[in-house]
């Protein structure tokens, strides 16, 4: 996340190098800020039968679909911010979850964990921030996966072997 002014302040913040890393400081408080990005899981659900999860968010596509993501939230391990949000985006239940492989996403500065986590095919959830919910065939999901602005594509490809 980079800072433009002080969260403590509200100065505007300055560059300034601190042995090998690039950070920022406030010229008032002197509070440091580093350029760490925000983790986020990137997660493809697969079901008993071989279907994998996709989700429809308008605001992200209006013709494509996306596996589930989210934000890590404080005091939680990576595994349960994956169990968490299949839950909350889908109601599907994870009995087991597996590290994929990361993605660096430059617009919003976040590295994206990507896992696979198997569930066991039961009844949606209703969540207001999905539009739309389906299981696909794995060969119909290349036809439908977003690819610009979004790491969806790039990991359902990481994912595949495994499948
Ligand atoms: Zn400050």
């Keep these: 996340m980079l800072f433009k002014y002080c969260v403590e302040c509200g100065h505007k913040v300055e560059d300034i190098r601190l042995g090998d890393d690039d950070c920022k400081i406030c010229p ?18 697969v079901n008993e039968f071989n279907e994998i999860l ?12 996306t ?22 985006e889908t109601g599907q239940i994870v ?37 739309d919910l389906k299981w696909y065939k794995l060969n119909e999901v290349e036809s439908v996966i977003a690819r610009e602005n979004n790491c969806s594509g790039m990991h359902f490809d990481r994912c595949k072997q495994f499948l």
């Design 67 to 88: 596996v589930v993501s989210g934000y890590m939230v404080e005091g939680e391990t990576i595994e349960e911010a994956v169990a968490r949000e299949v839950k909350e």
């Design 54 to 65: 996709l989700l429809k968010q308008n605001y992200i596509s209006e013709d494509k679909w």
């Design 95 to 131: 009995h087991k979850c597996q590290y994929i492989s990361s993605y660096y996403f430059e617009p919003k500065q976040l590295i994206m964990i990507g896992f696979i986590a198997y569930v066991n095919k039961s009844e949606f959830a209703d969540s207001n921030e999905v539009d």
């Design 28 to 45: 008032f408080c002197k509070k440091i800020y580093g350029r760490n990005p925000l983790p986020v899981v990137e997660v493809l659900v």
